[in-house]
């Protein structure tokens, strides 16, 4: 799976926009970029996932460029609740069918100010 | 409700012990996972299974021992062979397909002194 590079923390005012980086410039063409969040102590939660098209769903959008080397995770109003570790991964099918492990590295820590 | 338990959420052994971490899901999933994550870092793959009876190690499999003789239930054993066995265990199940997520439980805190 390709390597990914995030920021290690920023800030967000509550009410606005979080828009989250993600440098995944070695991804490969069958790879998808996913997102998960790990509130703090507990088990980390499914955002959103793409290959190549932006997706949204009702907690974010995710802009994928269009060399897919980058990626954006937005939170479109941020709120309290949204302070968590963000982690952008890159994830091809797998031999496993698409069962194997996701890798994480340390994330994105998401601070918001009321 | 369906999801993923487990438990305890905390626990505390004295080095030397095995002890063994359960993880459970009613969510009919065919894959699931066990995950380390220690201070600060991000989550490092132990072992998983993506079907039952059937089980492949993970990054970091030394230490550890695992069974999946139901669907629900995967079970992870630290050994006293674990040279650093606290940390903080996440289970996870996913169903067995191409690109799905994975779901993952609370965790438990593992302390050895």
């Known amino acids: 799976d390709a390597k990914t590079t995030q920021p290690p923390s920023m800030d967000c005012a509550e009410g606005r926009a979080a828009n989250l980086p993600c440098n995944h410039s070695?991804?490969?063409?069958?790879?998808?970029v996913y997102w998960y969040r790990q509130i703090h102590s507990q088990g980390p939660q499914y955002i959103i996932h793409g290959l190549k098209n932006n997706e949204t769903n009702e907690m974010a959008s995710l802009i994928i460029t269009e060399d897919r080397k980058s990626s954006t995770l937005i939170l479109p109003h941020a709120s309290l609740r949204d302070t968590a570790v963000y982690y952008c991964i890159v994830r091809g099918r797998g031999s496993g069918g698409g069962a194997d492990g996701l890798t994480f590295g340390k994330g994105t820590h998401l601070i918001i100010q009321p | 409700d369906g999801g993923i338990t487990q438990s305890p959420k905390y626990l505390f052994r004295k080095e030397g012990q095995n002890v063994t971490l359960s993880c459970e899901q009613n969510l009919n999933h065919d894959a699931m996972y066990w995950y380390r994550q220690d201070p600060g870092q991000g989550l490092r793959l132990i072992y998983y299974?993506?079907?039952?009876?059937?089980?492949q190690k993970g990054d970091i499999a030394e230490g550890y021992s695992v069974s999946r003789e139901k669907k629900e239930s995967f079970p992870l054993t630290v050994t006293s062979a674990q040279k650093n066995p606290t940390a903080f265990y996440l289970c996870a199940s996913s169903p067995r397909t191409g690109n799905s997520e994975q779901y993952f439980g609370p965790g438990t805190r593992l302390t050895v002194t």
């Open positions: 070695t991804i490969s063409g069958n790879e998808y």
């Open positions: 299974s993506q079907i039952v009876n059937d089980f």
